[in-house]
């Protein structure tokens, strides 16, 4: 994989003399680069029989290299190790996130749904294109030829597909080409495909942000303020001048840190320890963990900020009011770090023609070009983006600040600019200044008649905004109501009668952003607990308790009701072994379902966890193999936090700072995990982020199970000791 401009691309095509290059138009139309100048390029296909998808979405491991280029494999009857791959540049009229809207960015597990039917269409007209062309440099009918492997035939006359790409480029384009019919799939469902990014990771050709490194370039590491709001009010750097390779210091335009220039990152690292910086907070955060779940807890004792569902409150508080049995639980849920493994990075280098190129794993090149305009000053044509593949991201590359954009801008800003500047962050600096999932405290009550029915569920939210103030709250945010603060409790795969959801917003500590999962990363815990209480107040199997609640008249209801009961299936619900407990959840987020069943033990009062079985309805699944991977990733990300991390302030500074005291999930951690896929023949849905919602309550519920406790406090480690 290399990066690449779009102008780049187009120039090399039409260097080479013959190449056909597809995409569409920003109108949408299907084209060619020789017949429109305003192309989408999503495939091309060189004189030598080149074949290269362009991907749009960034590759961080969630896989969307190796799904893209499955879409053009199947629709030019190609082996998908035959097709090359590249990032796509930085064009959000072009290539436009058709979910986020006017923006080029990678989130949401939005990656193959918004783009199955593009780089399938794309794939089907260069077949029907270089079909045509050997049909008429043969004279024969088109209907007689073939494509596969590469190679154009009708028994007789043989063309390799390098051969046609010179005429087929002079073709019309069709405006509806014939897509493959699923009968005629290979590729696609294919659970034999690998993945196309990990030989080049595996063998060390990937090229991360980190491995960034330009002639005469400055590194750049900083000195950030440790509470939100506070900023710099003088600093002395005569004792990092004494640091072989530093270069000089300043503060950054926005107060919020020293920015310290070396030639290498360690001398960047050790100048900027050696920095004495007086700091003003005046303006600062200063609550500690414990003051904001206080503050958290006063918002559910007064009425909520907004009715989340618009239900009638009163109605749903007599029903419960008047139930034969009322359940009542409250759930707290800490700040947590993304962490994704590859520090953050990202490096400018000055273009002779005045402009810049971004060197960065970018989850949202327009982001890139949007900050590039209001500190230097520069119009998205003088923005290049170089996409690099991404060590992970979870989110943690896009947020409403675009903090380490803004940072590494600010600060070439502050240089003459006539030379590359890097920006690296430790560790520590992710850890104790990422922009973390919110912290959150849920109320709920539940009332039961006397057969076990639901009869109302009170459900009372705190937790800070994610979306208010960012780029996407027209999208988000309606009636005051941010989406992400309550998405999962009301407007998931349940028909649960009587429901009400207050709302209220909490006062930022720190800074927040979505998080893998985003909103559902907590609400489904919640859920999915007192479902479980609920069935359990019922006497009744939490499995036909939640199916009583699944409308199978509804497509929310048949889909999660058929992944709950083949996880239940597959891992032997009802039948488990002396010494071993199950826990069930299932959830549907980014509009996926996915059921989850754990099995854990209790050697020594110990929780080990055995094995956790999932089953997913993510429609087509375009490749099984990757989607395992997604979901397998998903679920350990999901417990792993869950287990034993939070990110806790004092006087408003992150306590935290690696992973020592922030620990990510140890293989060791869960015994095994299997992923059964339910056939489908539905479009493709989010696959990224789903698997993490339900995991850590169908441990809780476990939990729950084999030791009668009910964990409503996260991290799960405060009150349990596990086993790895």
Known sequence: MTGLTRRSFLQTAAASGAALTLGFTPKGALAQAAQSRQLTPFLSIDSDGNVTAIVKHLEGGQGPATGLSTLIAEELNMKLTDIRFEMAPANAALYNNLLFGPVQATGGSSAMANSFLQYRTAGAAARQMLIAAAAQKWSVAPESLSLKDGVVSDGENFARIGELVGDAARMEVPAEPRLKDPSEWTQIGNPQRARRDSHDKINGKARFGMDVHLDDMLVVAIRRTPRMGGIVASFDDSEAKAVKGFDHAAVLPNGAGVAVYAKNTWAAFQARDALTVEWDFSKAEGRSSEEIRADLAAMLDAEPQYNGNKADRAAVEAAIEGAAQTISREFYFPLLSHSPMEPINATIEPLPNGGIRYHDGAQGPTVNQMVAGEILGLTPDQVEVKSLYAGGFFGRRLNAGADYLVELTMAYALTDQSRPV?????????????????????????????????????????????????????????????????????????SIPGMAVGLTDAKKATTVNWWRSVGHSHTAYVMEVMMDLAAEASGIDPVEFRLAYLDEETEDGRRAAQVLRLAAEKAGWGQVAEGRALGVAVHKSFNTYIAEVCEISTPDDMVKIEKVTAAVDCGIAVNPDVIKAQVEGAIGWGIGHAMRDEITLEEGAVVQSNFPDYEPLRIADIGAIEVHIVPSDLPPTGIGEPGTPPAAPALANAIARATGQRITQLPMSATTDFYS
């Open 422 to 494: 890097k920006l690296v962050w430790s560790r520590e600096d992710d850890v104790t200044g990422g922009w973390y999932r919110p912290q959150a405290l849920h109320r709920v009550r539940v009332g039961l008649d006397e057969a076990g029915k639901i009869l109302g569920w009170e459900h009372r939210v705190a937790t800070p905004s994610i979306f208010k103030g960012s780029p996407f709250e027209a999208a988000v945010v309606h009636d005051g109501i941010d989406a992400a603060s309550i998405e999962g409790i009301h407007d998931g795969a349940y």
